[in-house]
């Protein structure tokens, strides 16, 4: 469904991405990693065409999305959802209205400027904070929740654009263990429910391991290991992270498996 061929961005004398060449054939959930720089951020920045590629192409079942411009670039952005680190959301507006943003690429000015929405976007929007669990907060301010709640948020409101593809850029660097878990949950389940594909930069091996059905591996802006999380060995990693014989895969863990492993010995089985 997505085909990414010899993609690449330069700035100035800097390769940020270098001919990318990426297969996707079905729906899957996907994790790039790679040390800072490596160029994650900025391939998927073009895929969701906020930056112009240098060269290179992708296609999404056989139409070119590289050279949209316009509204036809608009309803690309709306297929292809993106989540932010720092989720991006209107931290003095209610959760609801939040959520309901994701709908602005087909509203009209006048209804955006007047606050206007259906009734039936109203209750989707309710639907999908139900089916994040967050329900509860839907009169709150967004900056009242925190931070695994908003991005719970941010999901909601990628998911209002009924995208077939969700872009996470490190969607956990900014959560504790547990929001971290419950966020990569959701996109998970998202996942697998709708067959949404998702592609999510994440900075610890262990997330990728975890949730992906395959990795992506980048080094100074080029594909260096594209494979599933068993064939992501230590070697591998070190390669991948450009590391000497002294990494360590504690050293890109976050402590969800400490997490895990402490519930396991609270609840035997
Ligand atoms: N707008 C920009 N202008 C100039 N250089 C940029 C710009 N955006 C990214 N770069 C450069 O491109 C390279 C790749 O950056 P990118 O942000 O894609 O890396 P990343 O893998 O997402 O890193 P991180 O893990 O720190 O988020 C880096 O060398 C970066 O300095
Ligand atoms: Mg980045």
Not at 112 to 121: C, G, V
Not at 241 to 269: K, M, N, R, W
């Amino acid at each position: 469904m997505l085909e990414i061929t010899n993609l690449t961005k330069t700035f100035g004398a800097n390769t940020a991405v270098d001919n990318a060449t990426l297969s996707f054939q079905r729906s899957a959930m996907i994790g790039i990693i790679g040390r800072s720089g490596a160029g994650k951020s900025t391939l998927l920045r073009m895929l969701n065409r906020l930056t112009d590629s240098s060269s290179g192409s992708f296609t999404v079942e056989g139409h070119d999305m590289t050279h949209l411009r316009g509204a036809a670039r608009r309803r690309w952005q709306s297929q292809c959802a993106m989540i932010f680190q720092q989720f991006n959301l209107v931290p003095r507006m209610d959760v609801v209205s939040n959520v309901l943003h994701g709908t602005l690429n087909r509203r009209s000015t006048m209804a955006t400027m007047f606050n206007l929405y259906p009734t039936s976007d109203v209750h989707r929007a309710i639907e999908i904070l139900d089916r994040l669990g967050i329900v509860e907060h839907a009169p709150k301010r967004a900056e009242a929740l925190s931070g695994g709640q908003q991005q719970r948020v941010a999901i909601a409101r990628a998911l209002m654009q009924d995208p077939k593809i969700i872009l996470a850029d490190e969607p956990i660097a900014s959560l504790d263990p547990m929001n971290a878990q419950v966020v990569m949950q959701a996109l998970r389940r998202i996942h697998e429910e709708d067959g949404r594909m998702v592609i999510a930069n994440l900075h610890t091996l262990d997330t990728a391991r975890r949730y992906c059905d395959r990795v992506i591996g980048m080094r100074d802006g080029r594909v260096v290991f594209d494979g599933t999380p068993e064939q992501l060995t230590t070697g591998v990693a070190r390669d991948i992270y450009g590391a000497g014989s002294d990494f360590s895969e504690a050293a890109t863990s976050t402590a969800i498996e400490t997490l895990d492993s402490t519930d396991t010995h609270a609840v035997p089985a």
